[in-house]
């Protein structure tokens, strides 16, 4: 079966780190770009960070450049997303997704697997 499965969310203070994980079947890591998204309370899901096939190119969004770093594991099939210098408007549920464009992109709808989501809240 394919799919994503997210982990590591949580409850952190301002200033703190958390990893989120994703694990994916070998089919989906080898041949797909992996990516993270979130969606905060009342917004719309928005783009964070991805990854390409080999794991030789990534891409973060501005508003998270110089905090979080996203990376992946070849022996484990897992993409990894280490979030540091958390902020309240980092609060959120964080995605995990896969898609089999050719060319990575940071728009959902190139993206057709995707995890259950990890809730992530950043609050003192």
């Known amino acids: 079966q394919v799919r994503l499965v997210e982990s590591g969310g949580g409850l952190v203070q301002p200033g703190g780190s958390l990893r989120l994980s994703c694990a994916a079947s070998?089919?989906?890591?080898?041949?797909?770009?992996m990516a993270w998204f979130r969606q905060a309370p009342g917004k719309e899901r928005e783009f964070v960070a991805f990854i390409s096939r080999g794991g030789d190119g990534e891409f973060v969004v501005d508003s998270v450049k110089g905090r979080f770093t996203i990376s992946r594991d070849s022996a484990k099939n897992t993409v990894y997303l280490q979030m540091n210098n958390l902020e309240p408007e980092d609060t959120g549920v964080y995605f995990c997704?896969?898609?089999?464009?050719?060319?990575?992109?940071?728009?959902?709808?190139?993206?057709?697997?995707w995890g259950q989501g990890t809730q992530v809240t950043v609050s003192s």
């Open positions: 997704a896969a898609s089999g464009n050719a060319a990575a992109t940071i728009y959902s709808a190139y993206y057709s697997v």
């Open positions: 070998a089919h989906i890591f080898e041949n797909f770009v």
